[in-house]
Nanobody, 117 residues
Framework: QVQLVESGGGKVQAGGSLRLSCAASGSIFSINLMAWYRQPPGKQRELIATITNGNYTHYRDSVKGRFTISKTDGWSTMYLQMNSLAPEDTAVYYC???????????WGQGTQVTVSS
């Protein structure tokens, strides 16, 4: 089992920045990929960034150039640096981890990000 705990959410004005953290514990050795998702109000959850064991990253088009995903060695913590935030970035942000070894995936509880215009 892997436990994920997000932190760093909050309220910010448009153009501001926030850094989200996701602390992972438990069987983190089994993780192959981690990601950040978000769920805007009244909308479906969407994938915004992924990172692999080899630090290969991928981003949703709407956040490219503004958001940066990163992690510590060994998967203990994953980050999402968010710059130039806009009201449309308002959402609950979730941390996700996937293990191919044991065919399992895990979710954090989510952290709210609110961007005011």
């Amino acid at each position: 089992q892997v436990q994920l705990v997000e932190s760093g959410g909050g309220k910010v004005q448009a153009g501001g920045s926030l850094r989200l953290s996701c602390a992972a514990s438990g069987s983190i050795f089994s993780i192959n990929l981690m990601a950040w998702y978000r769920q805007p109000p009244g909308k479906q959850r969407e994938l915004i960034a992924t990172i692999t064991n080899g630090n290969y990253t991928h981003y949703r088009d709407s956040v490219k150039g503004r958001f940066t995903i990163s992690k510590t060695d060994g998967w203990s913590t994953m980050y999402l640096q968010m710059n130039s935030l806009a009201p449309e970035d308002t959402a609950v942000y979730y941390c996700h981890a996937k293990s191919l070894l044991i065919d399992a995936e895990y979710w954090g509880q989510g952290t709210q990000v609110t961007v005011s215009s």
